[in-house]
């Protein structure tokens, strides 16, 4: 049912005229959640151990890595358009900022996910390993995508202020990400305080940016949106660096 029936579905939206198509799938994706939500403990719990864990860690993180080079596409496009000092400025602050949430991906996220993965098996939490492998990394992947929407748009027109739609996509995407990561993180009981706070003021910070976009250009929006990332990358180096010294 979920695999069959859900594909003859996505199928068949081919079929449908826009914008009902974008209703038949959503409506695809909350039978899949729903199918999800109600299978039994019991079979998710057999399912855990026949789990690869090391490979679903790098399916999660790869997943995250293909929507990140898209939004590298989206910022060459944006750059290609118009050759000026302000546009490459705006597109090599994307850079920074695509690149630190990458970077963060490779060296650390994708460990931390094997080891969260590797203990919700051990305290046998089917449904942590159903949120966290099914559900979560959506959310994730909307807000990356959400953040490269907003990216592009500020790329083209760096000197104007963000349109709101665009505001919205650059804060809100970089807000959810990190609203999704603190989600994860609890879901894998990994979370400190520290971290939880941190992760918080991130997310505030980043939803600032969308009432204070009117009053700033664009560029000034991406700088904003690459300072908390790069920031986060400092926290979580110095922290790896106090835990390695303990």
Do not use: C
């Amino acid at each position: 049912t979920y695999s069959a029936a859900t594909a003859l579905i996505w199928i068949a939206s081919i079929w449908v005229p826009q914008p009902a198509q974008y209703f038949v799938w959503a409506a695809t994706i909350v039978i899949e959640i729903a199918l999800l939500g109600i299978r039994r403990v019991g079979g998710l719990r057999l399912l855990m151990d026949q789990m690869a864990l090391d490979h679903l860690a790098e399916r999660m993180g790869l997943f995250t890595l293909i929507v990140l080079g898209e939004s590298l596409i989206v910022t060459v496009t944006g750059v290609s358009d118009q050759w000026t000092a302000i546009v490459g400025a705006t597109a090599v602050l994307g850079f920074v900022l695509i690149g630190s949430i990458a970077w963060t991906f490779l060296i650390q996220t994708t460990v931390a996910i094997e080891h969260g993965l590797r203990g919700l098996r051990e305290r046998r939490d089917a449904r942590g390993m159903r949120d966290t492998v099914m559900y979560l990394p959506y959310f994730l992947v909307v807000g990356i995508t959400l953040l490269s929407t907003g990216l592009g748009t500020a790329v083209s027109h760096p000197e104007h202020p963000l349109p709101i739609g665009a505001a919205v996509a650059l804060g809100g995407g970089l807000g959810l990400y990190y609203v999704t990561n603190l989600v994860v993180g609890m879901r894998y009981g990994q979370l400190t305080v520290g971290a939880l706070v941190w992760t918080l003021a991130s997310a505030a910070v980043a939803l600032l940016l969308i009432p204070v976009s009117s009053l700033i250009s664009a560029i000034v929006a991406v700088a904003w949106a690459a300072v908390i990332v790069v920031a986060n990358v400092v926290f979580a180096n110095v922290k790896r660096a106090a835990l390695s010294g303990l």
